[in-house]
């Protein structure tokens, strides 16, 4: 730029101040020159201007390319120092994640699940019904009792009042441990129906809990006989001991084997495990129930459980109550136990046992757990529980609506704790009283009688060191309960043998007995 304006100035004196060449040159030569040197005067002030204009503006565009190359480089900068610190955008964003989880946790532990909030809107319609029928009972004895309310009967509804009765809220839980059995039966008839393994029947309610006299609370079990039958081409054979006790604890369930020959041509189907060769049976339909659940020709208690148990674990997203309730199978090697938790983390235990029918009649060879230390996987003892909950159930149909008998067993079975006696040994007394004393006689306003009744016949039985067992040669035995033959012409069964046979057995449970009246007295008086 400096050379260019150096150039142009160096032109410029020429023009102006040109050399004389000499004087011979005339004026009209000398006049032209003139003109002619001030034309090219103008001519390069021109020419100057426009080299001027082009070098600013060629100054403007270098300095707007370096500021925006300047400013490329400055964002440049920027995003490479950004980026340089990804783990503090990192750290932000786990924490933004971790806030909003906290917040949807939040919300969501403020919401009821759907089958807590259920079982709670049961259980306060349960107990509005259960207070309005007291109501009314109450309104009903006193009109029938006429002028006379300060008697023994008005302080057996004072007493009722003031005990505080376990909370359970069994018509709930009942529903929902029929529904989750009901299922998982469900779901094995549409996969295991024709496997050779023994056919799961509907299960029957048993136990206190089915019962409605459960001492327990949230912990209450609920069980449950499941009957077993056999598969195409076995029978069960029940054999029912040796040693003539009664009931049998050392039955066994013999399987065997039957020809379906006949069977095989009309269905197409199984294969006959008798005539078939071996061979040919291993290559298409695997081994027999004497080689899965049997140990030798007898069906396995324990193989039975653990094969059930088994089954549990796989049939369970097929339930669809396993959408609300967490399913954990509980050890146990005769039975399947289970622990169903919810979203509330309530609890509910349900027990299955396995048993087979004998005969037609209401007692089953079970997988219930015995009273001794070592019982073989081959035993399965004889079991009342199924006549027991039928009992019960007639004696419900039978009573008042008002009636209190089941009552009187719960308080009594709460009495109980850490003593040697047994719920089974106050459960056979109320049996026989039921049978003995009318049921009108077992109505709210009786309450103080028949418990004392219930410790009376108790202390009775002691003293005499007998109860006899409610099955076995007992007339009064309602119609409605089949029982083997064996069972009805028996001799009746003393159930208090042992305190016969010990001494210092029979003045222990003379002390407990004792203990146990003042026990109930108190929780007469303080209701707990």
């Given at each position: 730029m400096a050379a260019t304006k150096f150039l142009a100035l160096v032109v410029q004196t020429i023009i102006q101040h040109p050399q004389m060449v000499g004087d011979e040159l005339d004026e009209a030569t000398h006049e032209r020159m003139q003109q002619r040197a001030e034309q090219l005067s103008q001519e390069m002030t021109r020419l100057l201007q426009e080299l001027e204009q082009?070098?600013?503006?060629?100054?403007?565009?270098?300095?707007?390319?370096?500021?925006?190359?300047?400013?490329?480089?400055?964002?440049?900068?920027?995003?490479?120092?950004?980026?340089?610190?990804?783990?503090?955008?990192?750290?932000?964003?786990?924490?933004?994640?971790?806030?909003?989880?906290c917040w949807w946790l939040r919300k969501r532990s403020h919401e009821p699940d759907s089958s807590s909030e259920e079982e709670s809107s049961s259980s306060d319609r349960e107990q509005e019904e259960e207070e309005e029928q007291e109501q009314e009972e109450e309104q009903e004895e006193e009109e029938s009792e006429g002028e006379d309310?300060?008697?023994?009967?008005?302080?057996?509804?004072?007493?009722?009042?003031?005990?505080?009765?376990?909370?359970?809220?069994l018509a709930y839980r009942s529903r929902v441990v029929e529904e989750v059995v009901g299922d998982l039966l469900r779901v094995f008839h549409e996969v295991l129906s024709n496997d050779v393994f023994p056919v799961l029947q509907t299960a029957i309610r048993?136990?206190?809990?089915?019962?409605?006299?459960?001492?327990?609370?949230?912990?209450?079990?609920?069980?449950?006989?499941?009957?077993?039958?056999?598969?195409?081409?076995?029978?069960?054979?029940?054999?029912?001991?040796?040693?003539?006790?009664?009931?049998?604890?050392?039955?066994?369930?013999?399987?065997?084997?039957?020809?379906?020959?006949?069977?095989e041509r009309l269905a197409g189907e199984m294969l006959c495990f008798?005539?078939?060769?071996?061979?040919?049976?291993?290559?298409?339909?695997?081994?027999?129930?004497?080689?899965?659940?049997?140990?030798?020709?007898?069906?396995?208690?324990?193989?039975?459980?653990?094969?059930?148990?088994?089954?549990?674990?796989l049939a369970w997203v097929k339930v669809p109550q396993s959408r609300r309730y967490k399913m954990k199978v509980l050890p146990s090697s005769r039975s399947c136990k289970l622990q169903l938790t919810n979203a509330s983390r309530r609890t509910l235990f349900i027990e299955m046992m396995f048993g087979v029918q004998q005969g037609d009649s209401d007692i089953f060879l079970s997988s219930q757990t015995t009273e001794a230390i070592f019982t073989p996987s081959t035993m399965w003892p004889e079991d009342?529980?199924?006549?027991?909950?039928?009992?019960?159930?007639h004696m419900a149909r039978q009573a008042p609506h008002d009636s209190f008998h089941l009552k009187c067993l719960q308080l009594c079975a709460r009495i109980l704790v850490g003593t040697s006696f047994s719920t089974y040994t106050v459960k056979t007394v109320v049996m026989h009283l039921l049978t003995t004393i009318p049921l009108s006689g077992w109505r709210r306003k009786h309450f103080l009688l028949r418990l004392e009744d219930i410790m009376r016949y108790l202390r009775?039985?002691?003293?005499?060191?007998?109860?006899?067992?409610?099955?076995?040669?007992?007339?009064?035995?309602?119609?409605?309960?089949?029982?083997?033959?064996?069972?009805?012409?028996?001799?009746?069964?003393?159930?208090?043998?042992?305190?016969?046979?010990?001494?210092?057995?029979?003045?222990?449970?003379?002390r407990e007995l004792d203990e146990l009246q003042d026990r109930l007295t108190r929780l007469l008086f303080y209701g707990h």
């Open positions: 082009r070098s600013q503006e060629q100054m403007l565009q270098e300095l707007e390319q370096r500021s925006q190359e300047q400013s490329g480089l400055a964002w440049g900068a920027l995003l490479f120092a950004a980026l340089q610190q990804w783990q503090l955008w990192a750290i932000a964003g786990v924490l933004v994640l971790l806030c909003g989880l309310p300060d008697n023994e009967r008005d302080l057996g509804r004072i007493f009722a009042k003031r005990i505080q009765w376990p909370a359970q809220n048993v136990g206190s809990t089915f019962e409605g006299w459960s001492p327990r609370e949230d912990d209450a079990v609920y069980r449950l006989l499941v009957p077993l039958k056999p598969p195409r081409g076995h029978a069960f054979h029940l054999e029912l001991g040796t040693t003539g006790e009664m009931p049998a604890k050392d039955s066994c369930i013999r399987v065997e084997l039957v020809c379906t020959c006949m069977s008798l005539h078939q060769p071996e061979e040919e049976l291993r290559r298409n339909q695997g081994p027999s129930l004497l080689g899965t659940l049997c140990t030798g020709s007898y069906l396995d208690v324990q193989k039975t459980a653990c094969w059930f148990q088994n089954f549990v674990r009342c529980a199924v006549a027991e909950a039928k009992f019960f159930t009775c039985c002691l003293e005499e060191k007998r109860l006899d067992h409610f099955f076995f040669g007992n007339e009064n035995v309602p119609e409605e309960i089949i029982l083997p033959p064996a069972f009805q012409t028996a001799a009746p069964l003393n159930l208090f043998q042992c305190l016969a046979q010990d001494p210092a057995a029979h003045a222990k449970a003379l």
